[in-house]
């Protein structure tokens, strides 16, 4: 079981009391109307699914109940940081090499 | 015969304390300290079990948690009890009951051991092989047989009575074994005042300590100093010691599950304890000092009973006051079996041989033996012995170069074996750590760590007993310096004796017998022989994952820790590669079978999920009410009254509803308070409908989807005020539509000022539903006013009932009648429920469970989210693109409506289903087709989601998801069912008042 760190409640607590979120920084577009077909596919269904360095999504959902962001390392099941919700991804180097990240919007 | 194999003195046993015990009936005597094995050993028992696949007779092989012959049944009452257990750690005590395993009638004479002449038919792969043909012959004959024949214990049948515990801790260093490596990393870590948990699976610590008995500690007789050690530890608070503890499992991020076993090895148990307990520890660091493994020698009838590794020979002797056997012999590659043979010597054993397979072996050793009247071959290989059910006698030959002679028979009806030591890898390798070949020991060694841990003593490949300690020492300091921050030397320990085990050999001994006659065997457990692993590599099994799973070797209960390297190198020669080029498995938890009463723990019977309960339910089981499970929710299912059964008392409901009034418990819906400036633009973009125009007071039904356009919930939503919407949600659905809510509110409008709070247990919600709810309502009411004009179909008025009682009063139906829903304070829901129960009863209602509910709503077309959806439905499908706000820009899923599969032709769509014969009640989830005998392989149109016997239409009624549904508006299609297909006809999806004009009396 992980031991994650909340950066809301910045304390060390077992992977029971969080909820993953899946893959980071993939923005809702602001117009999805405006969104060709597959545009508006890419942002569902595709993800990086990187080896190495991914930055994903969790929930502190059975304490404070925030959502924030993680660098976890998919290969080794580290975490190598966490991040409040908005703040930008920690510039950390990619140990292995991963597919394109897929961006949208902030 | 009781006895004959004890020593005149010495061991640790209790010889004032005498133990009875029965082994396959049999009653036998043993004493205190003794295991079941050292006890039968003392017997002279050495045939204690049968083997997996050729129901071989097998014996001890080993002391340990290792050991793959001599698993036993133990049995504690009828019916209960546990099996498989190795008899090496069954600890003994009065009255225990054990059983030999895989043998039909008596342990003596088994019917199964006619496998082992058909043994050519069971070779590698057999069952890939034998069982091909003909087809038929899979399920009927073939399949039954092999469940039938396979499996060695037997599994308990009464249900486990016995109790589970659980217990989560957290440590600066754990430590893996308390051998000589594990006790010094315990006292450094110890001195620096570090938390420290020191777990050994054995019913003592000590490890070797226990049987070393030439080996001096600090100037101390071992035993004495580990006397002295473990004192000093279990007087120091800030130490754990934990026995009969098993660190069974290293998981991520330090996180280590230890089983401990707490009453197994008591007479009477404490009622008051638990059997086991599983310890869930977080550790900052690891510790593991889990020895080493003597490896068995592969030589042709390796298996009979009365072969034994030398070190087992040695701890039986020195540990528990018991020799081996009569006569016994020593076949060797390494030093440390000299000592064994020594000590049985020096207990008053009689060694026939010591059998070296080196040329030039420690010439001290060797001297050493012959002083002590031992006669020693050098150059000599053991190629066999005689005797099945026990060793009668060892065959010996010359080794030259390479080639095999026969160099007589020996007497002995024991052999001790020692191919060296395998370095105990397993946690090293359930952490993840790499591990590295170490050509010079022929050994894998803990390369470097992925998590905070690390390997010392002979598990590191350290030899000897004072670099064993220093090891241990230097890894507690280390781990402790690491976890606390706090540096301190190492604890200093001297030691003497307890040599260092050197020389090796690996895989298949040659020998001069006939090749395809014998069998060497390489996994005792799994019956996997020397040849078998070369067939597999003959038959194109390269990779040596292809070659376990084709042989089972290293599948057993033991992992491999006593095969691997055998097979490995057996393998590495076949396939003309070195041995790490060959690879190696993974070893996997458990480190020893766990017990699944450990795993479960507490998490049983009433305990093993919540279970919550409305403020109603003790009303409704006072009413004989019958319950159902809607997830953690008991919820009322039917009320039968006078012997009803379920369809009767359904059917009543059904019709008092629909005539009078019925009232319902539906506390269980999911309740979220939105508040906040931009409360209802965020409904706006979290639901289908339109909200900003909801004025206060008045209630919508709301749809929600998910982003890829498909319904995930709905529930009626009342607007309380500009800024605080009251919304509903379906009973199972409240905790992920909460998620959901929260997701988008944190992550993607985070600019919006609204808050969700969970109101489910805020609110108990009494249904007043039929013609009469008014009536029923009315006498209760302070301050709202119920007339249409008032408080029309789909309205809410916050006020107050029974003179105070706060109320969320929803007038709304999901039956199609006319109805309120009283939304109270839990405390007061009972009262209010008691009171309007009384005016119910004076109008002749009734009070109704989920299945009238489920039935009422379904005569009337409305959905249940998860009955007619799962998860690949829009709301065009089931009809409902009216709830979709036609002049909204954007909601959650919107744009996904849009998507080409989602409009596409074909989709299936909600429509009812009327049986053509009027009686017949379809199945819920049976398919549709066109033809009444469709040809194979036809695809269904669709469906049946809900199916019910309606009292209102009085006739069995369906709703169903069909292809293009709403275009087949009075088609006859059929429900192909194992009686023959069910004729249906597609109608509209209502069937009671589709006007709705029942809703605004």
Redesign the interface.
Known sequence: ???IQCPYCAVER?ELEF?Y?GEAHI??PE???E?T?EQ??DF?YMRSNPKGVMAE?W?H?HGC???FNALRDTV??RFLAVYK??EPRPAIEVSAPAAPNKETGR | MTQIRRTRSGGRIDRSQPVRFTFDGRELTGFAGDTLASALLANDEHLVGRSFKYHRPRGILTAGSEEPNALVGVTRSPGSGTPNLRATQVELHEGLSARSQNRFPSLGFDIGAVNDLLSPLFVAGFYYKTFMWPKSFWNRVYEPFIRAAAGLGVAPTAPDRDRYANRYAHCDVLIAGAGPAGIAAALSAAEVGARVILADEQAEMGGALLHETGATVERQPADRWLEAALAELAANPRVTLLLRTTAFGY???N?IALGERVTDHLAVPDPDLPRERLWQV?ARQVVIAAGSIERPLVFPENDRPGVMLAEAGRIYANRYGVLPGRSIAVATACDTAYRAALDIHAAGGSIAVIADLRERPDEALVAEARAAGIRVETSCVVTGVLGRKRVRSVLLGRLRSGSVTAAGTVNADCLLMSGGWTPNVSLHSQS?GKLVWDAERGAYLPGAA?QAERSAGSCAGVDGLAAVLADGAHAGAEAAREATGTAHAPRQIVAEGGEAGIGWVLGALPHDRDAARVRAFVDYQNDVTAKDVKLAVREGMHSIEHIKRYTTTGMATDQGRLSNMNALSIASTALNRPVPEVGLTTFRQPYTPVSFGTLATTSRGDLFDPVRKTPIHGWAAGQGAAFEDVSLWKRAWYFPRGGEDMHRAVERECRTVRESVGLFDASTLGKIEVVGPDAAEFLNRIYTNPWLKLGPGRLRYGLMLN??GFIMDDGVVGRLAEDRFHVTTTTGGAPRVL?HM??YL???W?DLKVWLTSTTEQWAVIAVQGPKAREAIAPLVDDIDLATEALPHMSMREGHVMGGIPCRLFRMSFTGEAGYELNVPPSRAREVWEAVWANVEKLGGCAYGTETMHVLRAEKGYIIVGQETDGTVTPDDVGMSWAIGKKK??FVG???L???DLVAEGRKQLVGLLTRDGTALLEEGAQITREAVPALKTPALGHVTSSYVSPAAGRPIALAMIADGRARMGETLHVPMPEGAITVEVVPPVFVDPEGARLNV
């Open positions: 079981m992980l031991l077992p909820r979120g923005a809702r117009s999805p109307s969104l077909d508006w596919a569902l999504r929930r959902v109940g925030r959502f080794s099941d919700a908005g | 998981f991520n991020h996180y977080r993840r992925v982003e890829a998620a929260e997701d944190q992550t993607e985070p820009r954007d919107m744009r996904s849009a998507r080409p």
